[in-house]
């Protein structure tokens, strides 16, 4: 418990307003937590699975309404809609806050009111910020725990400080037509209403480390990145450090967690896990960029899972952790498309309907997840709670473009690359059909998590590449080239480590590289295909010409891609889009033109 009267006094005025039978404050203690895993099971909300097979495992459903962010209820209420910008919905605040009180007058009438003190980065670190949520849901208290650091100790560590995130989330009905995730930075304020699935309950993930925490960022100095962090050891020992940005569906948690080929492997080359989805990243005493994960797991997509795509990952769910709409099996095990090739028989789907996989329908929810323990994770790297962060030696961005993107490219600098985070985009379904798909703009894949204007986000980043006299080098990669049938060029997954070394070899100056209308592509030979046996389709095999192919800059394609993002530029405010990306499209245009 606190004497802090700021959390006090706000304690008791969410629970005046919501109601619940019951107060309880969450120390953060094994006996406490076990307790609330005994009780959400004798009620259903939990299963235990098998425990043998998955110690420390549980089994959570959601309703069938609720399995997914939501994106169209999710508010960023700023004083005015121009601070909200065009990429977020807005509602004027006592608007919204007389609708919330409403809603939530009551709504955890019944229940029992969990206190939960938590923080994002390790606590007391200069990076740490501290959040209470107010929630009656123990699946959340449970997937919180091992989502972010919580209890007594960040309690302690708030002291009497006003100083921290207040979140409140009741479940309430699940009712989807009044279902609210909204933030209110001005007050440093979230509230979650009517939903039970992750993304819109953990306050701290997307809410807290992100929409609030870029809001945060702006004032105070630093940023707030829907990014992975990684380092990659040479065999000399030493370790370098990455930040890489990309939208849903590009493959951040499996690049996060890559295991290098087997000729890198017997050279003695190792990738080391920071982060898989979000990085705080503050100016050091030297000059240089640091990165830290705030979170303390893993809330990955289960489907695709598997010991080919990701075994590090697969391997941090095998014990403590919590596994949402994936299929259950008869002897309390778990499955989901992708994990292998022989899906379970006499199982419950993630509706918890019996199942037969020849029906045509999915077992696993495609947007089932797995919560699990970073410290789980084989590869977790011996930094992760360096108070001080990782030094960034590169910060790449990236999106699934099947023709216009080449494999890799250097921005010419910090503005350029600035730029180069404003045009992230990403097509849709384009690997399935076999054609470009659908672009979407996804600048630093912060569309659904930028907590501001989007105009001012990108002004706050020209304005850190003032401040940092070591500006790690800016890069954009794109795995998913595809040739004229629709198939995969590149290997991907860990063959994508060739990329990183160029990546992290051009960021330290080692080589050269060629310059063109986009940025620096590298020299083909200076990607090491030594031990790469990939089979594009067919027996065909790629080789440096298949490499040349996606290293080319496809003139016409890139004069199409502007015209996109000008309209998407023009959405934004007069005087939003700062001058230095406005200068950097009609540069590009005419160094394309040229
Ligand atoms: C996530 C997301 O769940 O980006 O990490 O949607
Ligand atoms: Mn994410």
Partial sequence: MTQNKA????????????????????????????????EACSTGEMIKLNQEKLPGCYYHRTAVNDVA??????????????EAGPTNNWVEPSEMYDRLNKLYDGAMKG???????????????????YGIELTDSIYVVLNMNIMTRIGNKVLEALGDSPDFIKGLHAKKDIDAENRYIVHFPQDNAIYSINSGYGGNVLLGKKCFALRIASHLGREEGWMAEHMLILGIEYPNGETKYLAAAFPSACGKTNLAMLIPPEIYRKKGYKVWTVGDDIAWIRIGKDGRLYACNPEYGFFGVAPGTNEKSNPNALASTRKNSIFTNVVMTADGGVW???????????????KGEPWDPDDGTPGAHPNSRFTAPAINCPCISPEFENPDGVPLSAIIFGGRRAKTAPLVYQARDWDHGVFVGSAMASETTAAAAGAVGVVRRDPMAMIPFCGYNMGDYWQHWIDMGKKISHQPAIFNVNWFRLDEDGHFIWPGFGDNFRVLLWIMARAEGKIDAVETPIGFIPKPEDIDLEGLDYDICDGHKFTIEDLKGILKVETPY??????????????FEEGKVPKELKDEIEALEKRLKG
């Fill in 336 to 350: 989901w498309e992708g994990l292998d090739k022989n899906p379970p028989r006499g199982v419950l789907n993630w």
């Fill in 7 to 38: 959390v006090l006094n706000w304690i008791d005025e969410m629970t005046a307003m919501t109601k619940p039978d019951k107060i309880v404050w969450i120390d953060g203690s094994e006996e406490q937590l076990e307790a609330l895993r005994a």
């Fill in 69 to 82: 962010r939501v994106e169209d209820r999710t508010f960023i209420c700023t004083p005015t809609k121009e």
């Fill in 111 to 129: 229940r029992t009111c969990y206190v939960l003190p938590y923080s994002m980065g390790p606590v007391g670190s200069p990076f740490a910020k």
């Fill in 558 to 571: 890139w004069l199409e891609d502007l015209e996109n993002l000008k309209e998407f530029y023009a959405k």
